[in-house]
């Protein structure tokens, strides 16, 4: 059996979003279309790939295996691509990759390691932008990629697609004041002395925009512009910290446990440009990684490691805030 590209797309697609029609939008076709695509592959397999409901649809067996495979198949497809078109083409743009702060930390850097090691002709530039500048950037075709926090994207007209947990969470060094703890609100978070980004930083506007003018007065015993530092200040006990679980390594030394607010649970989104016809491989090759490394797992609800000899030095590496690989 044949398998055209563009349905393995389609199929991908339609798994992701859970309904025939987000497949659809994505592909830029029509929903008759799309069900007649899906119609004509399931006849061609043999097997029905997909279970269909009153609130969308899900893989069967056949359909995930086919799911599994057309995911290798369309990254083996950029991958060559890439390769023949290195010798009959001059060096192609970079791709273009925005992201807010914490994702600039595990989740871009894990799919960035992964996306240009299978891709050695394919460049990427990175750029740190809050929200709504990633969407504006996008809406005006001028990036292809954007990772956003679902809270700042509704309603934005872009195609999105959800990447992963981005909540805010509580840490402090391990056995210290959060031991046995599960949660906090904020305050009493804010009865200890804590650590924060600078007042510039979007995870900090994005604390004081929704704490209001109400709110407890916490003492800051420092602040720092790194993501990284502010994790490593917590493990070292210099105080509490509230960052976005995705920050921080689940193998790290640190007590962590709920921000119980309700504007402290978020998602990590995928937004994709606003540029006419199907998505360029390379960009659908980047997704897909963008997607696996947002499926990694995160930091646990509580953690009580006290070997606090492993936090001599703990500063990882992070993605710069403008970072052009391949150059």
């Given at each position: 059996m044949r398998y055209d590209l563009d349905d393995l797309r389609l199929f991908l697609g339609i798994v992701a979003e859970g309904t025939i029609t987000g497949g659809a939008r994505r592909m830029h076709l029509s929903l008759p279309s799309a069900s007649a695509r899906v119609r004509a592959l399931e006849h061609h397999a043999g097997v029905e790939l997909l279970i269909r409901g009153r609130r969308g649809v899900r893989p069967t067996p056949a359909g995930a295996t086919l799911a599994r495979h057309a995911r290798d198949v369309l990254d083996?497809?950029?991958?060559?691509?890439?390769?023949?078109?290195?010798?009959?083409?001059?060096?192609?743009?970079?791709?273009?990759?925005?992201?807010?702060?914490?994702?600039?930390?595990?989740?871009?850097?894990?799919?960035?390691?992964?996306?240009l090691r299978a891709h050695p002709d394919i460049d990427v530039t990175v750029s740190e932008r809050r929200t709504p500048g990633t969407l504006r950037l996008l809406a005006d075709g001028e990036a292809d990629l954007g990772v956003v926090v679902d809270a700042e994207a509704r309603d934005c007209g872009l195609v999105t697609e959800v990447l992963g947990d981005d909540s805010l969470v509580v840490i402090g060094q391990a056995g210290g004041a959060l031991a046995g703890r599960s949660g906090l609100t904020y305050s009493e978070v804010a009865e200890h002395p804590l650590v924060g980004l600078d007042s510039g930083s979007s995870l900090r506007r994005w604390i004081e925009k929704h704490l209001g003018p109400r709110a407890p007065v916490a003492r800051h015993r420092t602040t720092v512009a790194d993501l990284n530092v502010l994790v490593a200040l917590a493990a070292a006990g210099v105080g509490l910290a509230v960052v976005p679980r995705r920050a921080v390594d689940p193998d790290h030394p640190l007590d962590v446990c709920e921000l119980r607010e309700p504007w402290a649970r978020r998602r990590h989104l995928l937004a994709r440009g606003a540029k006419e016809g199907p998505p360029a491989p390379a960009v659908e090759a980047l997704a897909e990684h963008l997607r696996r490394a947002g499926a990694q797992p995160t930091a646990p609800r509580t953690s009580h490691t006290v070997d606090k000899s492993a936090v001599s030095d703990p500063f990882p590496t992070a993605v710069p805030r403008s970072y052009r690989s391949g150059s």
């Open positions: 083996r497809t950029a991958r060559l691509d890439s390769a023949v078109a290195s010798h009959t083409r001059p060096p192609a743009a970079p791709l273009t990759l925005l992201c807010g702060g914490s994702a600039r930390y595990r989740l871009v850097p894990q799919a960035l390691v992964t996306f």
